[in-house]
């Protein structure tokens, strides 16, 4: 992001606007994923390899040298809107192959994905010898080739219904179970957190480097190993959710991540790199961990027939909480002392938790 405001001269606060037009991107794809009920309707695995390719080529075009502003929240946005056929289209192929044991799958799935989204850090980290297209170009490569391999390795589950019709009405008649509603209300609040966490990482240990000043930070090698250590964390809550079941897990995870936001401020004080690094990265384990455990529950509450696009109604609502989120942050960013900031993410979480509290099993 830093490169590209360089490259063509933007203003600081494209930061923010850059980040939420993927989300935004998103939110109109999983829209008309799930008013048209794409994934419930056609093959998975194609409309995931479609969508990656078409996704990848958007990426691309912000290679192109006359972009501005414009274009470029333009491109950032129709990338978001492919993804709309990745993410909640991947959980659907996971749930057409695994009855039992879903929790477990989707923590592997999740995983994948946070180290997805903290790949770019590392390649700005061990690539500074690189120009930021090369960034462009390796990232856009992966996602062709992951959609090949899923079009290719990944036929349709075993378990999956499809539905021969388009429903119009799917988008409503999820939320009339009171339990699909905790699940989904639980996931809305990990969200107003999750991605303005991600996003902000490097505008943290930034920060923390301005408030001392004698500490020097790798910040793009820090920011890849305090998001991907998520990863992890959706595996063993994966398995941690056989034994105590995904709801438990879930409602552990969002409390802590809770915590987590109500005593950034304090982080921000201790002269202690390590204090503050180890405290980022235990933000990132518990921030992440609930997500796999959220659309398990969302997954197993769904109709059959519609759960692909009840997963996918539920994406679209939860990524456009995060556009509010990380605008709020990128424009308290600009006027305030920005280690309180991180307290309003708490709204989310205490949220989240009301409402997971309320689902019957």
């Known amino acids: 992001m830093g490169d590209l405001i360089t490259n063509f001269n933007l203003n600081q606060n494209s930061l923010g606007h850059l980040t939420s037009a993927v989300q935004l991107g998103f939110i109109i794809g999983t829209l008309t994923f799930a008013i048209l009920t794409v994934s419930d309707r056609f093959s998975p695995s194609k409309v995931f390899f479609v969508s990656a390719v078409l996704g990848a080529i958007c990426n691309i075009g912000m290679l192109l040298e006359f972009n501005n502003f414009m274009s470029l929240m333009s491109l950032r946005m129709l990338t978001g809107f492919f993804l709309a056929g990745i993410y909640p289209v991947g959980m659907k192929i996971a749930a057409d192959y695994y009855d039992k044991g879903l929790g477990k799958a989707l923590g592997y799935l999740v995983g994948a994905l946070v180290i997805g989204t903290a790949f770019p850090h590392i390649l700005k980290g061990y690539l500074h010898t690189f120009s930021w297209h090369h960034i462009l170009l390796i990232t856009s490569a992966l996602a062709v080739i992951g959609g090949l391999m899923m079009f290719i390795l990944v036929p349709d589950g075993?378990?999956?219904?499809?539905?021969?019709?388009?429903?119009?009405?799917?988008?409503?008649?999820?939320?009339?179970?009171?339990?699909?509603?905790?699940?989904?209300?639980?996931?809305?609040?990990?969200?107003?957190?999750?991605?303005?966490?991600?996003?902000?990482?490097?505008?943290?240990?930034?920060?923390?480097?301005?408030?001392?000043?004698?500490?020097?930070?790798?910040?793009?090698?820090?920011?890849?190993?305090?998001?991907?250590?998520?990863?992890?964390?959706?595996?063993?809550?994966?398995?941690?959710?056989?034994?105590?079941?995904?709801?438990?897990?879930?409602?552990?995870?969002?409390?802590?991540?809770?915590?987590?936001?109500l005593i950034s401020p304090l982080m921000f004080e201790v002269n202690s790199v390590s204090t503050l690094i180890g405290f980022l990265?235990?933000?990132?384990?518990?921030?992440?961990?609930?997500?796999?455990?959220?659309?398990?529950?969302?997954?197993?509450?769904?109709?059959?027939?519609?759960?692909?696009?009840a997963l996918t109604i539920v994406n679209c609502i939860g990524f456009s909480i995060t556009i509010i989120s990380i605008q709020i942050l990128n424009t308290i960013n600009s006027i305030a002392d920005t280690k309180y900031m991180y307290l309003l993410l708490a709204i989310g979480p205490i949220l989240g938790l009301l409402a997971l509290s309320k689902k019957k099993s």
């Open 281 to 309: 990265i235990i933000w990132g384990i518990v921030v992440i961990a609930d997500s796999p455990m959220f659309s398990t529950l969302v997954a197993q509450n769904a109709d059959a027939k519609i759960k692909g696009t």
């Open 158 to 261: 075993p378990y999956r219904k499809q539905s021969v019709t388009l429903d119009v009405s799917a988008f409503s008649k999820v939320f009339k179970n009171s339990n699909f509603r905790a699940a989904a209300f639980g996931y809305f609040g990990h969200m107003w957190e999750l991605y303005a966490f991600w996003a902000f990482v490097p505008v943290m240990l930034k920060y923390y480097t301005i408030l001392h000043p004698e500490n020097h930070l790798n910040i793009p090698m820090l920011s890849f190993f305090i998001i991907a250590v998520g990863g992890l964390s959706c595996v063993l809550g994966g398995y941690i959710s056989q034994y105590i079941g995904a709801k438990k897990t879930a409602f552990t995870a969002l409390l802590l991540s809770c915590i987590c936001c």
